[in-house]
């Protein structure tokens, strides 16, 4: 398979939260969102992930979630759809219906919970290319999967032409610095570890699947473009704008922390699927600090300035 089917996939991807209301997937919420990130001008949307709480969706909403946005971008972005699970059958099952769906790309997770160990992860990866033709990332977070890519599994996962690239959630910028020439120009890499995208991106990264770009799409996407571009002092500017918001969402983007932000901002129903609950009251407020200074004096709405 070649890359170049997919040129676009790259930049400042969002992780896209799924709106519900009563319970139930809020289908306008959900398009009115999209919408909004693709006109902030983010290069891409990631759906069905942890933090659209996709574990927690029935298939039919998972079909649903990944149609609409497609529907909704309109080829103007990508839309990579997250269909990793710790089943190989399963998630075949569901990157195959991704593609039939029409996404760009099936971002799937390293198996959680079973920890398959270096081999079975391998062996994970080559059943499910095979038996699908979307371009395939690994999404590699161990910190929710307890299970790591080693360098040598890399380079194993390099001979398959299938998978496109990487995520790295851990924020270990000098893991990613000190891979091989080979690996860095075979893979697209990607950042999803909001704290440390910018030096990601500084270090030769190639995007980012950002939750926090959720709430603020336009300044992740210009900080993005900023570094990309070598200007260094208009991309850390920015990053000093957001880290006090990304502290107070977490590194890796906490939905119910995401949805609180997007009430304030846009009127988002804040409702979330256990095991996920609302977010505590100071946490609330510490949310809705941060994100003052982009809040017009009436208050809950988006200022020009962004």
């Known amino acids: 398979m070649e890359t170049a089917r997919m040129p676009r996939l790259a930049g400042a991807i ?9 319970g139930r997937l809020d289908r ?19 759906v069905c992930s942890v933090t659209g709480e996709g574990p927690t969706l029935t298939p039919r909403e ?117 891979l091989s020439p080979f690996l860095r120009q075979r893979f697209r890499f990607f950042s999803r570890h909001d704290p440390s995208a910018l030096a990601f991106t500084i270090a030769g990264g190639d995007g980012v699947i950002s939750p926090g770009a959720n709430v603020l799409p336009r300044l992740f996407t210009s900080m993005y473009r900023a570094a990309r571009a070598g200007n260094l002092s208009a991309a850390l500017s920015l990053q000093d704008r957001l880290l006090p918001l990304i502290a107070e969402l977490g590194p890796e983007g906490d939905p119910a922390g995401i949805k609180h932000a997007l009430q304030l901002l846009r009127g988002l129903e804040v409702v979330l699927r256990l095991p996920l609950v609302t977010a505590e009251p100071e946490r609330r407020f510490a949310i809705g600090k941060a994100l003052a200074p982009f809040l017009d004096e009436r208050g809950g709405t988006m200022a020009l300035s962004i």
Not at 36 to 41: D, R
Not at 153 to 169: E, F, K, M, R, V
């Open 14 to 22: 969002t992780a896209l939260v799924t709106p519900f209301r009563h």
């Open 62 to 178: 998972r079909a649903e979630v990944i149609d609409l946005a497609i529907r909704s971008a309109a080829g103007r972005v990508p839309i990579i759809a997250a269909t990793g699970t710790n089943c190989t059958e399963r998630t075949i099952a569901l990157t195959r219906e991704a593609e039939a769906l029409g996404a760009a790309a099936a971002l799937i997770t390293v198996p959680y919970y079973s920890k398959p160990g270096q081999k079975g992860i391998i062996h994970h990866f080559e059943q499910v290319v095979a038996a699908s033709g979307l371009p395939v990332i690994v999404d590699n977070a161990p910190a929710q999967t307890a299970s790591d890519l080693s360098t040598e599994t890399l380079g194993q996962l390099a001979a398959n032409p299938g998978i496109l690239g990487i995520t790295d959630a851990t924020g270990d910028i000098a893991r990613f610095a000190g």
């Open 28 to 46: 306008p919420a959900l398009q009115a969102l999209a919408e909004w990130q693709v006109l902030s001008g983010v290069d891409g949307l990631a």
